[in-house]
């Protein structure tokens, strides 16, 4: 096998995003001692402890799936919170108004802005008990004590550049070496405190080395082992990791682990409004017709008219405003959550 700098220039030019994302990862880091308050904090109602967190994060990890959006945003969301939670102390009644401004954080920085739903959305669906007001002031807080440094670099960066230098270097299928996987697997992880701890490019190491051993690849073990030597990883470094993740992993598939809510999420209603929204199909006016021949001057004004009056009626009924809003005002008190499969 060839060495690392001695390939293609689509090789050579994943290397240099490497050794640059190398020298800044550290930047990007929760505060060692702020972890370590939050690693002995009790569990009482004074400061968040890591169990705490843990907790919050799973909930990151569900919005992220109820929104559909990427594994990415998750990532950035909870290296935010981390580092916001290693440089404040919190209260724990304060904690959620933290995460869910940390995720709209997050998604405003990765995802398309077409498909970033409103804030108060965000915050009914999280159930957050705090108002657009309160996120807009802690997402300044936390803008000010992170120095608006959103765009982190991350574990699933490392781990996008391993996979991409690996798949570079190798004559192995795409198919073999899972990134969908490896993403999932990370974000397990995430949910894990202690390894808010690691440093990005070991984690994603860890988790790509272990994956290579289960493929029993001996061609990729040798890109793997030259990636180490090329991000100079010590040996003891990835072994107290690798051991770490492996354990992570196992517990996070065993059946007694609680895992996060990745079902899709329904709202189910009483039999009055049930019957209420069924009976308001028939309410529903019906758009008119569109003439098939030419337009009329003289009528082309008021053919518009009557068309904006049905859209505005269809608009304004029950079912369409269902489509417009997760949770409808009038029907919000009688709802409940339901996870089904």
Request: one cysteine or more; charged letters at 25%; a negative charge.
């Given at each position: ?9 689509e ?25 370590n308050?939050i ?6 109602d004074?400061?968040?402890s ?79 008990k ?10 300044k ?53 202690v ?6 490019s070991?984690?994603?190491?860890s ?31 990835l ?13 996070y598939?065993s ?6 809510d990745?079902k ?10 049930a ?38 009626s ?16 009038d ?11």
């Amino acid at each position: 096998m060839k060495d690392l700098t001695a390939q293609s220039n689509e090789a050579l030019k994943y290397l240099k995003q490497l050794n640059l994302h190398l020298e800044q990862e550290t930047n990007f880091l929760p505060k060692q001692t702020g972890l370590n308050l939050i690693e002995s904090a009790p569990e009482n109602d004074n400061c968040v402890s890591a169990k705490r967190r843990d907790a919050k994060v799973e909930d990151l990890w569900s919005l992220t799936n109820f929104f559909g959006f990427s594994t990415e945003t998750f990532v950035l969301a909870v290296n935010l919170l981390d580092r916001f939670l290693a440089v404040m102390k919190v209260q724990p009644k304060h904690l959620s108004c933290i995460g869910v401004c940390c995720f709209n954080i997050a998604a405003k920085v990765v995802e398309e802005e077409c498909n970033i739903p409103p804030t108060h959305d965000i915050i009914r669906i999280s159930q957050c008990k705090c108002t657009v007001s309160d996120l807009r002031r802690m997402e300044k807080i936390i803008s000010e004590k992170l120095k608006f440094q959103f765009k982190a670099i991350t574990a699933l960066t490392f781990l996008h550049l391993y996979h991409a230098v690996a798949l570079s270097h190798t004559s192995e299928r795409k198919e073999i070496l899972n990134l969908d996987k490896l993403e999932a697997q990370l974000k397990a992880c995430y949910c894990r405190f202690v390894f808010s701890k690691a440093k990005p490019s070991v984690l994603a190491l860890s988790l790509l080395t272990l994956e290579i051993e289960s493929l029993k690849s001996r061609d990729l073990c040798e890109i793997a082992q030259r990636v180490q030597k090329h991000s100079r990883i010590v040996d003891g470094d990835l072994l107290y990791w690798r051991e770490l993740v492996s354990k992570c992993l196992a517990e996070y598939s065993s059946p007694e682990c609680c895992k996060p809510d990745h079902k899709k999420l329904v709202w189910i209603v009483s039999r009055r409004t049930a019957q209420s929204l069924h009976s308001s199909y028939c309410c529903i006016p019906e758009l008119p017709t569109i003439p098939e021949g030419g337009w009329d001057e003289s009528e082309s004004e008021d053919s518009c008219e009557d068309m904006s009056c049905g859209e505005e009626s269809l608009s304004s009924s029950p079912m369409s405003h269902l489509e417009g809003a997760f949770f409808p005002e009038d029907l919000r008190r009688k709802s409940k959550w339901l996870s089904v499969q």
